[in-house]
Every structure is written in C-alpha cells, then in structure tokens.
C-alpha cells in the first residue's frame, strides 16, 4: 500500500478557521507529526492516531520522521501553524521527498491554511488590501544581512508590512533595528498592528503609530502589521485604500 503525507495547515489556532479540508486531512491520517505546540491544537482529532512531537528547532527530525512513516505505507499528517507553505514544513518535505528511493510509492497534498498575515489583518481592520510583503525576523534560516536588504527592498517597494517572528530571547534587539529601517522610509504616523495569539483564548491587540511603538510589549507570539504610506486608522482600525472613488 502506498503512505501519503498531508502538510496540514491548521490556520491561527482555533478550530473555526481551520478549513474543512484541513480538518478532512487529519482524520484520514494514521500518524500524525509536528511541533508540541501545533499538535496541542488538535489534540482532540488525534484520538487513536500515533502522534509524534517534536521541538522548535527539530523540523529536519520532524520531516525524516514523516518521510519514514509514509514510507512505511502509513497516512501522515505534519501540522503547520497557520500556512504549510509560508515559513511551514512544505518546502522541507518536498526537498526530502526528491531524492527519497521510495518516492514514487509516497503521495502527497499540501493544505492551505490561513497564515498569521491575513488573520492579523482581518483582527485589525483591513491594513491589506492591495500588493503586501511577509518577513521574518529569524535568522535560523536566513542572514540577518538578507534579511534586513529583503526589508529594505520591501519599504522602498511602500509595500504594507506583515513581520514574523518578532521578537525573541535569543534575539531581543532584532526588532528594533528592524523598526529602524522602517522609519527610515515612512512618516512616524504611519499605522502599526500588534496582534498576539491571533483568534485564540489570550488574543490581544494594540494598535500604534511608528513612533509610539514599543518592541518591549512584543514576543514570538505576535505579528506586526505596518502599514503602507496610504494607511491610515478611522475608529480604532487599520485601513489601507485600495484606490475606490468613493
């Protein structure tokens, strides 16, 4: 028999915004694989499954893992917060899927799922509408030199700004050289969007300008929403015009 594997996405966390692909994927699945946090959030699908955690940091473990599993002629799930695909497992199974002697005996399906940027966006008003720009503050994977020219290409490009990975223990000054940048190409009104545990139990939300900002209230928890040089806050949201003659 031939093993798949699903890359799952379960959206911001909450059962609601999961689609029901996402939820169709995981009961057909015999093993479900991901980080401890990502399979919390499913626990109550997982029943008679084989569930297989792993930490922050381990995704090559993780993706091995379910690789084998399939391999073996088993269903499997790999979770992913929000996407699969934006900063998600995706990619890495693919890659390790290749070059694999028993590829051609392992199906596969990536799940889309709502990714911290647009659930961010709809807890904020409507910052993105039109031509925007994710980037990530991690330099796990990416050099901090990249990472802050992609930014700087991003703001020269007034691209309204979804940042991940904010703000860590490991990397506490990041996010204040990252708003440095910001500031250098927008006005200190410019709208910016904390969200924090997005559509879960503990969600909260501050809404600030470029020069209120405090990186202190910030963790990896969070998505920073900036906006373009046209946002602007009405009522208590962000609201980017799409250019409607209205």
Request: net charge negative.
């Amino acid at each position: 028999m031939k093993g798949k594997i699903f890359v799952v996405g379960l959206g911001p966390g909450d059962p609601g915004n999961m689609t029901p692909r996402a939820f169709q994927a995981i009961e057909d699945c015999q093993v479900l694989v991901g980080y401890t946090v990502y399979i919390e959030q499913v626990q109550e699908l997982s029943a008679g499954k084989e569930i297989i955690k792993k930490g922050m940091g381990q995704e090559i473990e993780r993706g091995k893992i379910a690789v084998e599993k399939a391999a073996a002629g088993n269903t499997v799930g790999v979770v992913c917060s929000g996407d699969g695909g934006a900063y998600g497992m995706a990619g890495l199974i693919l890659e390790l899927l290749k070059d694999h002697p028993a590829r051609e005996d392992i199906a596969w399906e990536v799940i889309p799922g709502i990714t911290a940027a647009l659930s961010c966006s709809s807890l904020l008003g409507a910052p993105i509408v039109e031509d925007f720009c994710t980037i990530s503050l991690s330099d796990y994977m990416t050099p901090w030199e990249k990472i802050i020219t992609r930014l700087e290409k991003a703001c020269e490009g007034d691209f309204t700004l979804a940042i991940y990975n904010p703000r860590s223990l490991a990397r506490p000054d990041y996010l204040g050289l990252a708003m440095d940048v910001i500031k250098k190409h927008h006005t200190e009104d410019t709208p910016v969007g904390i969200v924090r545990n997005a559509y879960r139990e503990d969600q909260s939300i501050i809404l600030t300008t470029l020069k209120e900002f405090d990186p202190e209230v910030v963790d990896m928890f969070c998505t920073i929403i900036v906006g373009n040089s046209r946002t602007y806050i009405a009522n208590g949201v962000m609201i980017t015009p799409r250019g409607y003659r209205i």
